[in-house]
């Protein structure tokens, strides 16, 4: 078989999601959804966190109603006024910045020590398995509640919370893909060449490992925007300061049961709309990229 | 075998070994033990009090040893919030939470399998295509918004269920259950949901794809050439095959139950561990913390064991490959 060069993998994983009309639809839903998080400040129409653009007496308004400078609230205000449009697309942005960068992180780390494992073997490979065992058994809630209790919160803790129940996916992944990998003639060649063992790594195993890498990925940029919103929501994730959607729900969850139901319904299909979307994206990316299933 | 369960025995110890010194390197080297064991009105006398009898003096390595000592008796110390000893406060608490994530994990099972059957029968059909993207759907949508969306459609605008508390509770045969009274039933009846949500998802997949695996297989050829009806090549044959794996991924999932019940005890005002310990962080009552964390780790730690070990009991290749 001859090695995917990564351009031409990722022209497939393109081909491939938008062959299928609901993964296309999907792959655009999050294109928009980016692009409305990178634009928010431009896109929205007021600062929710200027105080001096935000109106107490506009709290509380239902969806379409005009406030007192008459202006429109599409999706209504929350307690204090503050347009619901707003703060979501900002809540957007932060949900989403978090949720990547932990992905991101969780790759990196996961990546490299799967790579490690499955070069070294033995007992290296014995005590990275062992670990990656460990983690895979306990749920995600627990192990971040745990590191949030242990390290304190904030915005760094929550993202090094997520990145330290992650990792172990990539690496199990990577690691199995690479041992098959690292059996091949190329490595091997690349050993008689005499090539240092990071460049083997990166350079040579890496590139034929991406094609399960790129699945995880998505699939776990998801699993972190739902874990960030489940933290924050439940009050030991991201600070208020940096009002996340999940924190935007949360707010909304005080005002729900006298009826008032715009506070977390709207934030909340948002962020139901994003995840649903990506693992969309990623379940077909599986399908498009799993060699077993393709041949 | 043997070997094998001591072995999987002495990891799990190393295991529950580990998450204590990552606890005790928080909570007592981190912080501050007595910014962290002490309510914030305590006087000077307290504090030293407290600092001489935890030992505080003396170095780390000793004070670990203390902790560990006294973690293994079940001292944990005594909440503020109740003034109890820790430990106790949790072990009040756990039927619920355990009533709780069984009632989901039955829900999960009696829907999930008969929707995972039936997809994995027609595979690329509208009826898999259906319910395999209902199941993304399931495991994306936010355990806590979903539950907020139960409270929201059943309780506020139907008014069919009340959403908060567990309501009144029956003794059966010596246990307080909620089974016992319709008023019970009433109030766990949408936590349940909630929490069973998230894990039909799975149900679903595991039994998809058990049915695609095992449906090419010889003996349900040969079955078909017997004559048999298909139902019961479905429900006898395939069945039996397809039940290991769910009924191990089953007996692991049944902790993160457990831990998830976090979320759906805050939304729904259950009374059980996962509400306690979130009300407990944010009242800063370490001692329930600390309990709450190793009391559930040691749990989880017991199920994988069982789990581990009961699989290597029902499938040969298992033990062989870990021997």
Known sequence: ?295 | MTAFVIRRIFQAALVLLATAVIVFIGVYAIGDPLEILLPGDATMAEREAVAQSLGLDKPLPVQFFTFLGNAVQGDFGRSFVYNRPAVDVILERLPATLELAFTALMISLILGIPLGLWAGTKPQSGVDETIMTGSILGFSMPNFWQGMMLIMVFSVALGWLPSTGRGETGTVLGMRTSFATWDGVAHLILPATNLALGQLALVIRLTRTGVQETMPLDFVKFARARGLSETRILLVHVMKNILIPIVTVIGVEFGSLIAFAVVTETIFAWPGVGKLIIDSIGALDRPIVVAYILVIVAMFIVINLIVDVLYSLLDPRVRARAA
């Open chain 1, 1 to 295: 078989m001859i090695a995917l060069a990564p351009q031409g993998l990722l022209a497939r994983s393109i081909r491939g999601v938008v062959a299928s009309p609901k993964a296309a639809l999907a792959l655009a839903i999050c294109l928009l959804l980016v692009l409305a998080a990178i634009f928010a400040p431009i896109l929205a129409p007021q600062n929710p966190y200027d105080l001096m653009q935000i109106d107490l007496f506009d709290g509380k308004l239902p969806p379409l109603s005009r406030g007192y400078n008459g202006q429109l609230y599409l999706l209504g205000t929350d307690t204090q006024g503050r347009d619901m449009l707003s703060a979501m697309l900002y809540g957007l942005r932060t949900s989403l910045a978090v949720g990547v960068t932990a992905g991101v992180l969780a790759l990196a780390v996961g990546t490299s020590l799967g790579l490690l494992a499955a070069y070294a073997g033995g007992r290296v490979d014995a005590t990275i398995m062992r670990f990656v065992d460990l983690m895979l058994g306990f749920p995600t809630i627990l192990v971040a509640l745990m590191i949030l209790v242990v390290f304190g919160q904030g915005t760094g803790k929550v993202i090094l919370a997520l990145v330290f129940v992650q990792w172990a996916y990539f690496a199990r992944a990577v690691r199995a893909t690479a041992m098959v990998e690292a059996a091949k003639d190329y490595v091997e060649a690349a050993r008689c060449l005499g090539l240092s063992s990071p460049r083997i790594l990166f350079g040579h195993l890496l590139p034929n490992c991406l094609p399960p890498l790129i699945v995880i990925g998505t699939i776990q940029v998801a699993n972190a925007i739902a874990a960030e919103a489940t933290l924050s929501f439940l009050g030991i994730g991201l600070p208020i300061t940096e009002p996340s959607l999940g924190l935007l729900i949360a707010n909304g969850y005080q005002v729900l049961l006298a009826g008032t139901y715009w506070m977390s319904v709207y934030p909340g299909l948002l962020l139901l709309v994003l995840v649903f979307a990506i693992n969309i994206v990623g379940d077909r990316l599986r399908i498009v990229l799993n060699p077993r299933l393709s041949q």
